[in-house]
T-cell receptor, first 113, second 112 residues
């Protein structure tokens, strides 16, 4: 069983739709919970991160963490064609003297005009 | 507002050649990382550094060496390139060991 499981998609929605992206995890030692967006031929771009359970909002994006259920979500309101990308959930864990990111498999999102 | 910058962006090598990938960050981060991203395998940690002058092995270190002579730079070397090292290489940096990492745009490396 993978430490982080992400709904693989792909996901196709019409412009203006609300998008929900989800991940579950099994390791209680995870510290930070993040969402990255990766456009084709680009690096992962940090969208949002949070340390604790609850909601965090940034414009059209809301990140939700439920540590008791080991579940995180990213909601995108009023989705735009420019939101079309692969979304990766990720969690940090201490690794020897450094840290390691554990990524979900990624969900490819396509927003149709 | 550069963040993490990787050079070169693309490179084609022949088997057995050597090369160095450069990563530079301007965020004064202590921690830096090298990953490779392959289809179906996700991002895998090659080597990392917890500060200037330090390096450590990640999950897939074989065939790679690294150096961190300056805090802002992290170099990844391939001494004798092999076709199995064809991949997209990403550098990342973070303020602390368990804090969010910021990525560069990657180096696409093909080994023939």
């Amino acid at each position: 069983q993978k430490e982080v499981e992400q709904d693989p998609g792909p996901l196709s929605v019409p412009e203006g739709a609300i998008v929900s992206l989800n991940c579950t995890y099994s390791n209680s030692a995870f510290q930070y919970f993040m969402w990255y967006r990766q456009y084709s031929r680009k690096g992962p771009e940090l969208l949002m991160y949070t340390y604790s359970s609850g909601n965090k909002e940034d414009g059209r994006f809301t990140a939700q963490v439920d540590k008791s259920s080991k579940y995180i979500s990213l909601f995108i309101r009023d989705s735009q064609p420019s939101d079309s990308a692969t979304y990766l959930c990720a969690m940090t864990v201490l690794y020897n003297q450094g840290g390691k990111l554990i990524f979900g498999q990624g969900t490819e999102l396509s927003v149709k005009p | 507002n550069a963040g993490v910058t990787q050079t070169p962006k693309f490179r084609v090598l022949k088997t057995g050649q050597s090369m160095t990938l450069l990563c530079a960050q301007d965020m004064n981060h202590e921690y830096m990382y090298w990953y490779r991203q392959d289809p179906g395998m996700g991002l895998r940690l090659i080597h990392y550094s917890v500060g200037e002058g330090t390096t450590a092995k990640g999950e897939v270190p074989d065939g790679y060496n690294v150096s961190r002579l300056k805090k802002q730079n992290f170099l990844l070397g391939l001494e004798s390139a092999a076709p199995s090292q064809t991949s997209v290489y990403f550098c990342a940096s973070s303020y602390g060991p368990d804090q969010p990492q910021h990525f560069g745009d990657g180096t696409r490396l093909s080994i023939l």
